[in-house]
């Protein structure tokens, strides 16, 4: 479905170096790693929006053109979702939705604008001009705006930035439910870990203007290939034994020994309750710490046990 090869981008630094891969038909496609790594930029050269150094993208085995080349920037089949929203700011959410629809039939244009009113919780503000929604309903109507196109690829840069959660929860379901029913791809760029691991068929991590990994959400999180890229997946416990550096997550360490276990010695520090669950702060050798999920409060335990990678 989408091919990116070989793409660089420079502007007074190089930006992105030598991009490679493919999201398939259907496939929700996330993008992670420290801002400044070049995600945002990729997006919109992916999405026709800003032209590569060089490299090329392909929809299907269509070339994606930019701005020299385009009068009007952009691709019919590929709808973006930034933070600049794009909206018609002086037409109302209603109007907003209703323009980009015109490829169905009245019937049809009407039920689904009513069913991304009531998905994204606009319904209220329907008959508000854009320019008087809040920086969230802005987001939200931006995306519906993009839902409702129907296109074939729809690029999501920080898509629940400013959504509350049980919005987002909602949001994230519809999503995965239209990539199955529609056979959308998505491409999406996050800074929260739990959304690309709960979204994402594939994620890439990025850093320094370069892909390091390309893997699927259970890899990301249960063996990051260092402390840095583990922190975007979760809270992550470096414990250095010897020469040997384990990187463990809070719920995998155990209180009771078992068959091939490290066992540590530490110090009880305090707890935050979490939701469900305790966040366990124990003290580790020169002031380290290690974060150790459990359902109740361990300050009794004075030994806690790992696995041996």
Known sequence: MIRVSNVNFERDRKILNNINFTVKKGEVFGIVGPSGAGKSTLLAIIGGLLDATSGNVKLEKEIIYGPKDRLIPGHPEIQIVNQE??????????????????????????????????????????????????????????????LIMESKVILLDEPFAHMDAHIKRKVINYLIALKKTRKT??????????????????????????????????????????????????????????NKTYLIRPNTISTHNFHNAIEITVKFSHAIYAGGFYQNYFQFKKNKTIIFYHNEILKDANKIYIKKN
């Open 85 to 146: 929203f794009g909206l018609d700011l002086y037409h109302t959410v209603k109007e907003n939705l209703s323009v980009k629809a015109n490829h169905l039939t009245i019937a049809i244009k009407q039920e689904f604008i009513e069913e991304l009113l009531q998905l994204l919780e606009l319904k209220s503000v329907e008959n508000q001009q854009a320019i008087t929604l809040s920086g969230g309903e802005k987001q939200r109507l931006a995306l519906a705006r993009a």
């Open 185 to 242: 791809s998505f491409i999406f760029v996050t800074h929260e870990g739990l959304d690309v691991l709960t979204l994402a068929d594939r994620i890439a991590y990025f850093n320094y203007g370069e892909i390091n990994r390309i893997d699927n959400p259970l890899n990301f999180f249960e063996n990051p290939t260092n402390y840095q890229e583990g922190l975007f997946f979760g809270e992550l416990n470096e414990i250095k034994l010897g």
